[in-house]
């Protein structure tokens, strides 16, 4: 085997050029302070914001549910009889219109309807959604959980989600539904019944809710069975408000110790077109990155897991650039935003590939890799895979991105 810090010098360029791309660069999760409490606040604000909450205990193992999962709306849904659990359904309200979130709010305790008000009352906010957050041990994995209003929070995800009468009815019944990516790479299946907190949850459905850090969604009734805080978290749409001020506003009526991350971030600047060289990581930032790496070579996939011994695939790239002391973000679709995106034929070593795999969120970039050069990258790539080098797939290509330290920094 070529010695692997020759293989890395080998492939960096001494110097990069001034760069004119057309970025799409917006702000949008999470480092990890965990309490062992059952309602302590988990305080996880990672180099990209914030992620969700309280811990509670995973009380006893799984038990197994085999059904034939089909697809309808777009979202992958479980159409068997129903599962272990038996809350009755409540009546959901079908979708009369959308709002597009641009920020997801977690407080340190439940938030008041006075403050509640307050945010509402902020200018530019149109509409304001209460959640319970929590991170759930579910399966032996640590899950960030929100329990919602199925009829009310459903005009807030991806349009495919918003839409499928049948996943929301799923989850006022009682079972859960995940993303996709939880549920393909985390091992979460359709028809699965995970026992946590002492509550049977059956897997109902696959879908997307297009918040980043939010992996699971259940009714506030099952969040009350599961002992989630009640009131923690709001989702804000503000369409026509500068995502960054905003937040900022709100920080200062919010409780202390809250947290906000923006996911569809509203930019009132404009965009940059060029790029100097010196807003990138330097070529010695790139070899340490490159060389970390490539140490992880053979290491189990594993979701959720952010090393040092196993990864997913933006654990990965998270851990081997922070090696290098650059802050990159968590979450992939935050990842996606964190420089400018460059044409494939311009790619270099060090740059990051992105993909579009979630069929829930055709939109919703689910899969990142590090470009090795000559046509290779290495990647963290799914459960039952290791850390490998694999030739670059062109096939749901969302786009490949120049990390801009500084612009990497400021994604919430």
Same mark, same amino acid.
């Given at each position: 085997?070529?010695?692997?810090?020759?293989?890395?010098?080998?492939?960096?360029?001494?110097?990069?050029?001034?760069?004119?791309?057309?970025?799409?660069?917006?702000?949008?999760?999470?480092?990890?302070?965990?309490?062992?409490?059952?309602?302590?606040?988990?305080?996880?604000?990672?180099?990209?914001?914030?992620?969700?909450?309280?811990?509670?205990?995973?009380?006893?193992?799984?038990?197994?549910?085999?059904?034939?999962?089909?697809?309808?709306?777009?979202?992958?849904?479980?159409?068997?009889?129903?599962?272990?659990?038996?809350?009755?359904?409540?009546?959901?309200?079908?979708?009369?219109?959308?709002?597009?979130?641009?920020?997801?709010?977690?407080?340190?305790?439940?938030?008041? +309807?006075?403050?509640?008000?307050?945010?509402?009352?902020?200018? $530019?906010?149109?509409?304001?959604?209460?959640?319970?957050?929590?991170?759930?041990?579910?399966?032996?994995?640590?899950?960030?959980?929100?329990?919602?209003?199925? +009829?009310?929070?459903?005009?807030?995800?991806?349009?495919?989600?918003?839409?499928?009468?049948?996943?929301?009815?799923?989850?006022?019944?009682?079972?859960?539904?995940?993303?996709?990516?939880?549920?393909?790479? $985390?091992?979460?299946?359709?028809?699965?019944?995970?026992?946590?907190?002492?509550?049977?949850?059956?897997?109902?459905?696959?879908?997307?809710?297009?918040?980043?850090?939010?992996?699971?969604?259940? +009714?506030?009734?099952?969040?009350?069975?599961?002992?989630?805080?009640?009131?923690?978290?709001?989702?804000?749409?503000?369409?026509?408000?500068?995502?960054?001020?905003?937040?900022?506003?709100?920080?200062?009526?919010?409780?202390?110790?809250?947290?906000?991350?923006?996911?569809?971030?509203?930019?009132?600047?404009?965009?940059?077109?060029?790029?100097?060289?010196?807003?990138?990581?330097?070529?010695?930032?790139?070899?340490?990155?490159?060389?970390?790496?490539?140490?992880?070579?053979?290491?189990?996939?594993?979701? $959720?897991?952010?090393?040092?011994?196993?990864?997913?695939?933006?654990?990965?790239?998270?851990?081997?650039?922070?090696?290098?002391?650059?802050?990159?973000?968590?979450?992939?679709?935050?990842?996606?935003?964190?420089?400018?995106?460059?044409?494939?034929?311009?790619?270099?070593?060090?740059?990051?590939?992105?993909?579009?795999?979630?069929?829930?969120?055709?939109?919703?970039?689910?899969?990142?890799?590090?470009?090795?050069?000559?046509?290779?990258?290495?990647?963290?790539?799914?459960?039952?895979?290791?850390?490998?080098?694999?030739?670059?797939?062109?096939?749901?290509?969302?786009?490949?991105?120049?990390?801009?330290?500084?612009?990497?920094?400021?994604?919430?």
């Amino acid at each position: 085997m070529l010695d692997r810090q020759t293989r890395v010098s080998g492939l960096i360029h001494e110097a990069r050029q001034d760069l004119a791309y057309r970025p799409r660069i917006r702000y949008g999760r999470r480092l990890r302070q965990a309490f062992p409490a059952i309602v302590l606040l988990l305080v996880a604000v990672l180099a990209t914001g914030v992620v969700v909450v309280t811990q509670l205990p995973e009380r006893s193992a799984e038990t197994v549910a085999l059904r034939r999962p089909v697809a309808r709306q777009g979202i992958q849904s479980d159409v068997a009889a129903a599962g272990p659990t038996h809350t009755p359904p409540q009546p959901v309200a079908p979708l009369t219109s959308t709002h597009q979130p641009h920020l997801f709010v977690v407080a340190a305790k439940p938030l008041s +309807s006075a403050v509640v008000a307050k945010v509402a009352q902020v200018a $530019g906010v149109r509409a304001v959604e209460r959640a319970d957050a929590a991170e759930v041990g579910m399966d032996g994995k640590r899950v960030q959980t929100l329990g919602v209003n199925p +009829s009310t929070f459903r005009a807030y995800t991806p349009k495919p989600t918003a839409r499928s009468d049948r996943l929301w009815r799923n989850v006022s019944a009682g079972e859960i539904a995940v993303s996709f990516v939880l549920g393909n790479d $985390g091992g979460m299946p359709l028809g699965k019944s995970v026992t946590t907190a002492g509550q049977v949850l059956r897997v109902g459905a696959y879908a997307t809710m297009g918040m980043g850090a939010i992996d699971a969604v259940v +009714s506030r009734q099952t969040a009350r069975a599961l002992g989630i805080p009640e009131n923690n978290a709001l989702v804000v749409s503000a369409p026509k408000v500068d995502s960054a001020k905003l937040r900022r506003a709100l920080l200062r009526i919010l409780p202390r110790r809250s947290q906000i991350a923006t996911i569809n971030p509203v930019l009132s600047t404009p965009r940059r077109t060029t790029w100097a060289a010196g807003s990138f990581m330097t070529a010695p930032q790139i070899k340490v990155a490159l060389t970390a790496a490539v140490s992880k070579l053979g290491r189990p996939y594993v979701w $959720g897991a952010e090393g040092p011994d196993t990864f997913d695939c933006s654990g990965l790239v998270q851990w081997a650039y922070a090696q290098a002391g650059i802050k990159v973000p968590r979450v992939t679709h935050q990842q996606f935003v964190s420089g400018p995106q460059i044409p494939l034929s311009q790619a270099q070593p060090g740059d990051l590939l992105f993909w579009r795999y979630d069929p829930t969120n055709p939109s919703y970039v689910s899969h990142v890799a590090i470009y090795w050069g000559n046509g290779k990258m290495l990647q963290a790539p799914r459960t039952g895979d290791v850390v490998k080098f694999s030739p670059v797939s062109t096939r749901n290509l969302a786009g490949v991105v120049r990390i801009s330290p500084a612009v990497a920094a400021r994604v919430r």
